[in-house]
């Protein structure tokens, strides 16, 4: 059966299951969440599916490695060397490389060698087009209909968004995909064919993305591993699992209030989120192609501060202080949700 005729589909992105409805973003019920994420994951129905249904076992696996660890190795020293694997992962890997050079291009690298660096030592098995695609669709509708993620989907949610923003709309016109791959272009990854799109769901390679995959997670751990032997390798994959709950938990948290305001459902600079990976996000929100998000002299700006740094070592060659300089990298992504 054509899955068009089973779920309508609209932009880049499949509608969710539950749908949208009205001038204000639906607010799914407990089971349409269930459903959705179901779906999302029924790789019986739809062969592509197979990736989102693999990135979540890859996050239950790692969640398992993470009680295990903590259980039979569960020391001051164990917790902290986990904390500081999942926030050196959030501050380079998430709001560095897929946050701000990946979503919003608010900096430069001086090669394409610097780029593919970063993707292919990249340890988190989500995929840059699946972060890209619905944070830029997120941030054109944020808190509206066809926004992929945030409070209206309450914390499952959410939480569950990281498969269910995976569902690419693969009856979208050539001339729609030549666009979205061209947006991806910076990335440096291999690309599919509109052919190989339609059958796979996914703009990368899925062989480049295979590869790159294991080459960066078997480099890490053996890095793991001789520092640390196998608890090294376990507290790697443990601060995995750290990083990817937390990065899901933001996107709930960092779009809500905590305290019932009328803020909520607007981003939020939370000092935590803040401190630790530089997301200083209401600021973000305000300018969401600069290269720095803390703006105020007590908010922290660690990734910042690493773009900053590969600057004055030749790596970038420019990043964005002002609108201005976003201009020329501007991606419409309005009329893809």
């Avoid at 001086?110 to 830029?136: K, Q």
């Amino acid at each position: 059966m054509n899955e068009t005729s089973v779920h309508p589909r609209s932009g880049v992105l499949v509608k969710p299951t539950y749908g949208y409805v009205g001038p204000s973003p639906m607010r799914p019920t407990l089971k349409e969440v269930l459903v959705e994420w179901i779906d999302s994951i029924n790789f019986v129905k739809d062969a592509t599916r197979i990736l989102p249904a693999a990135y979540a076992f890859y996050h239950f696996v790692t969640f398992g490695v993470f009680i295990f660890f903590l259980t039979r190795y569960f020391s001051v020293v164990s917790i902290a060397a986990v904390t500081t694997i999942g926030v050196f992962i959030g501050t380079v890997y998430n709001t560095v490389w897929y946050h701000r050079f990946c979503s919003h291009q608010a900096y430069r690298f001086r090669s394409i060698w610097f780029t593919r660096l970063f993707l292919w030592s990249n340890p988190i098995c989500f995929r840059e087009e699946s972060y890209v695609i619905p944070h830029r669709i997120h941030h054109s509708k944020s808190d509206e209909p066809g926004d992929p993620y945030g409070p209206h989907l309450g914390w499952l949610g959410s939480y569950l968004a990281t498969e269910t923003q995976q569902k690419m709309n693969r009856n979208i016109s050539r001339a729609e995909f030549d666009r979205v791959a061209r947006s991806l272009d910076h990335i440096g990854f291999v690309k599919n064919s509109y052919a190989q799109f339609q059958k796979t769901g996914s703009v990368e390679n899925i062989w480049h993305y295979g590869a790159r995959v294991l080459c960066a997670n078997l480099a890490w751990s053996a890095l793991a591993f001789a520092f640390a032997g196998w608890p090294g390798v376990l507290a790697w994959i443990s601060g995995v699992f750290l990083f990817t709950f937390v990065v899901r938990d933001f996107n709930f948290r960092g779009h809500a209030s905590l305290f019932g305001t009328d803020k909520h459902g607007m981003p939020v600079n939370q000092f935590i989120y803040g401190i630790i990976a530089g997301e200083w996000h209401e600021n973000h929100h305000r300018f969401p192609r600069w290269a720095r998000s803390g703006l105020s002299w007590w908010q922290i700006d660690l990734p910042y501060l690493i773009i900053r740094g590969m600057k004055l070592c030749g790596v970038v060659t420019q990043y964005n202080s002002s609108d201005a300089d976003a201009v020329s990298k501007a991606h419409d992504f309005d009329d893809l949700a």
